[in-house]
């Protein structure tokens, strides 16, 4: 029975490969490619000469059964166009078929652009959450962006050129107008780090439309002091506000619910009248 590997391949500077990651390459038998065509100058590049055989998003149920087939009578590697293979790319489906049938899978490590874009963003590293592609659609991109809303820690996404400028308007009538990094052409000749507030962003994109995928960072909310909310509803009571403004301001200031702030209100002037 052979191994799958998964091998990392530069998302940019062909240099960016290991010397493991080369190895691997000459002594498989067969390397599944997401684009034959990139692999092969890849390949080229380094002098290896190894059969090639596509692996891509259309193709992958239907290639499987073939690959699993391959496995039982030796080795394959795995890359996809750019970076690590399975990693919102081609490969999840060949992964765990693999598992399910008892092979042995080892991943050689490569090349990460939301790895790289991180390391290099300013924004905070210790945790982060990864959001792969934005989606297409501007409900679905507001609903996702809604959803981590409340996310402390640093966001990062892919997202195509033509639809950064929007995504971004999203993220700052979704999130605010927090701090993000643009990212794009990471190791490349044009390598680019665009920073700031969204807005300043924004105005900077629009001057200088962006070319190229771009790993798009936004940085997490700020963790606030825990507020004390049957306090917040006496201080507002003493500052002589009515039922109906005390529960509309905290309800908007704390995301507590009307009814919650109803409650204590209720309370706070039951214990005012003892």
């Known amino acids: 029975m052979g191994t799958l590997y998964l091998v990392g391949t530069p998302i940019g500077n062909l240099e960016d490969i290991t010397l493991r990651a080369l190895r691997v390459l000459r002594e498989v038998p067969l390397i599944a490619a997401e684009d034959t065509r990139q692999t092969r100058k890849l390949l080229d590049r380094y002098d290896i000469h190894r059969p090639l055989v596509s692996y891509f998003e259309h ?6 059964g073939v690959l ?3 496995l039982g009578e030796g080795d394959l590697a795995l890359v996809s166009e750019a970076g690590m293979p399975a990693i919102s790319d081609p490969g999840y489906a060949l ?6 049938h008892g092979l042995s899978v080892v991943p050689i490590p490569g090349p990460s652009a939301p790895i790289a874009a991180l390391a290099a963003s300013g924004l905070p590293t210790d945790q982060f959450v990864y959001l792969g592609f934005l989606p297409r659609r501007t409900a679905e991109r507001r609903k996702l962006l809604r959803s981590v809303r409340r996310e402390p820690r640093t966001l990062v996404a892919f997202e195509a050129p033509r639809r950064l400028v929007d995504s971004l308007g999203d ?4 999130l605010g107008d927090r701090r993000v990094v643009v990212a794009r052409e990471l190791t490349k000749i044009h390598e ?3 920073r700031g507030t969204v807005l300043q962003v924004l105005g900077r994109l ?3 439309p962006p070319r190229g995928e771009a790993t798009l960072l936004v940085e997490g909310v700020a963790e606030e002091e825990p507020i004390d909310l049957a306090a917040r509803v006496r201080e ?3 500052a002589g ?7 509309a301001a905290l309800s908007a200031e704390t995301g507590a619910s009307r009814r919650e702030v109803y409650r204590l209100l209720l309370d706070a002037r039951k214990c005012a009248k003892m």
Do not use: G, Q, T
């Not at 193709?59 to 499987?64: F, Q, Y």
């Not at 992964?95 to 399910?100: L, P, S, T």
């Not at 993220?171 to 979704?174: A, F, G, H, I, Q």
């Not at 506000?241 to 529960?247: A, F, G, I, N, T």
């Open 59 to 64: 193709n992958e149920r239907a290639r499987v």
């Open 68 to 70: 699993l087939d391959r």
């Open 95 to 100: 992964v765990r078929a693999a598992i399910e």
């Open 171 to 174: 993220v700052l009538d979704e």
């Open 192 to 194: 680019e780090f665009v």
């Open 206 to 208: 629009k001057e200088s």
């Open 236 to 238: 507002m009571i003493n």
């Open 241 to 247: 506000l009515s039922d109906r403004d005390v529960v």
